[in-house]
């Protein structure tokens, strides 16, 4: 569990996917970004564009800026290379080292636990919108009653004055 808390900080959204940067998936998988990177290119028919890109230099700016372990990038001439989950594991394949094999595993299960905490909070977000709408109309249902009962809980201005005692008006005799 431990290379699982080391792996996820290391996973960033960048153009709506979670990925991890080659720089950050070399040093995982043990061989240099150099050496990821030129096994990458050696095989690029295994990566398309939704296992592996290359960042502009705005993202790489923000990345950088973001990220204080990715300082190291601030100066190099190269762009990084993005990996999605399915890119770091064809990236495990191709680097063929031990490290690569072992750690590959640890990255796809902080990436899965990274989806299933995604799907748990968008639950929890529905869940709260439907809480949301409800409170809205028993909100509407009480502001209604409260209207019909104003007008019983407030007393009328002037109230009719009533005479004390008998009325012998009527009574001649």
Not at 22 to 36: C, F, M, N, R, S
Not at 88 to 107: H, K, R
Not at 139 to 148: E, K, M, N, R, S
Request: glycine share 4%; proline share 6%.
């Amino acid at each position: 569990m431990s290379e699982l808390k080391l792996i996820e900080p290391l996973i960033q959204t960048l153009r709506g996917q979670r990925v991890v940067l080659d720089a950050d998936l070399a040093e995982l998988y043990g061989v240099q970004t150099k050496v990821l990177n030129q096994a990458v290119k050696r095989n690029a028919e295994r990566f398309p564009e939704d296992f592996t890109f290359r960042l502009t230099e705005q993202e790489k700016t923000e990345v950088v800026t973001n990220c204080d372990h990715l300082q190291r990038l601030k100066f190099s001439p190269q762009l990084p290379a993005a990996y999605t989950e399915h890119g770091a594991i064809m990236a495990a394949m191709v680097v063929n080292s031990p490290q690569a094999t072992t750690m590959s595993v640890f990255v796809v299960r902080a990436f899965v636990q990274m989806r299933e905490r995604l799907a748990a909070n968008a639950a929890i977000l529905r869940r709260l919108a439907e809480i949301d709408k409800a409170l809205l109309e028993h909100d509407q249902a009480l502001t209604v009653i409260w209207q019909h009962l104003q007008p019983l809980l407030t007393p009328p201005l002037d109230p009719p004055k009533r005479k004390i005692g008998f009325d012998c008006k009527g009574d001649e005799g």
